[in-house]
């Protein structure tokens, strides 16, 4: 189940709010049982079998962390459960995720058949698995108290509006919120508004982008204009696809008295790659800096150590993307630029912020390339295509034409609009209507785009 489809809209979503506010409303622990039954129906809807795997990691992690608490200060063994905690979800994903892949490469390595039967991909098993961890590391290091009750545990790693797609949210973020948190007018209607946004950017721009963006990345390389086209169309793709999931996610959380940090800060307007990871998918960045690259020691070792931390938080930032080799060398990619910056300083030395903002763009595009290509060999062909000039502008001036209006808004939309926006909020009374004018008119076209059955992808399901 999606949330811009019309079970989700009409079915799902005012069940559950209707139940949560009128028929538990006087009780937090059927408040809490009820999110967490409607969770595992949500994804159960579209898993109906791998919601067991995800049931078994809630109970394996809780486990985990009721043992490490009951020994107390005896750090070596609630080390120990830790590590069995973390050797378990890496299992987990490892044989669902990567099994195939890294039987198919020893088995060209060594010219041997190690072709394994095709394992299915849960949906979303890296967000819940890492959150999973995130629950053990932070009762491991004190920063919250572990959950005696395997329910509040599961409602952490499995609510529904974080559940499939992220962002990453972290168990020390939440903890207090499982039993003690606030429902308001305010932030249930804020909570709604950024809903509708996130609705807008999905089912209006990133569901029209996808139609330029698969023209393009299509099994015949494009020509120059078809080429830069499709990667432009790509990389505001993938942005409003991710971003609006994020909104939407965020916007849920706060209908139910949830409140979950941002997982994106206008990242196209970046001055460096640096700069452009800590405003993209911000929550997984955060995730591996706080549990992989600061305990390898971060950059406080020398420039050496610094390096192979880097190698390693992008090596396995590439991984987790997905199980191909153009998720690992576009993680490389980041690594070699991002390595480059952190040693020469260069982020403080551009002066000229345009040249710093078309020097990242320019790299991102190159890379979404790579993130969206199926093999190596297609994304170097597309790459080579795009820096190849054809004087066949034909399809991507028809492609152009018939999505103007989409292309230019999209790009409009990637500019600090709220910033502008906010300017007017001092003359209230047309602020509040123009905003209800402007998302009445967001929440009717998607919703007719929705019904209307057009596509709908979404990237990140795969991951």
Sequence with gaps: MVFSSSVFLFGFLPVALIFYYLVFKNSRTCQNVFLFIISIFFYAWGEPVFVLVMLLSILVNWFCALIMAKHGADLKRKKAWLIVGIVFDILVLFVFKYLNFFAENIGYLFSADLKLRKIALPIGI??????????????????????????YVGLYIALFPQLIAGPI?????????????EETWELFSNGTERFIVGLGKKAILANSLAVIADAAFSPNVPVFSMAWLGALAYTLQIFFDFSAYSDM?????????????????????SKSISDFWRRWHISMGTWFRDYVYFPLGGSREGKGRTIFNLFVVWLLTGLWHGANWTFIVWGLFYFVFISIEKLTKAESKIKFAPLGHIYTLFLVIIGWVLFRSDSIKYALSYIKSMFGFSGDF????????????????SVIACLPIADFVKRFKKREAF?????????????????????KGTYNPFIYFNF
């Design 126 to 151: 890296s967000f819940f698995t890492f959150q999973a961890m995130s629950y053990i590391i932070d009762v491991y290091r004190g920063k919250k108290d572990f959950q005696k009750n395997p329910l």
């Design 169 to 181: 949210v972290r168990y020390e973020t939440v903890a207090d919120q499982i039993q003690n948190r």
């Design 249 to 269: 996610a965020i916007g849920l959380g706060k209908m139910f008295g949830f409140k979950f940090e941002e997982n994106f800060n206008r990242p196209y307007l």
């Design 394 to 409: 034909g399809l991507a001036k028809l492609y152009i034409k018939e999505n103007a209006v989409i292309l230019a808004s």
């Design 431 to 451: 602020y509040l209507t123009a905003k209800f004018i402007c998302l009445l008119l967001i929440l009717v076209i998607s919703v007719s785009y929705i019904v």
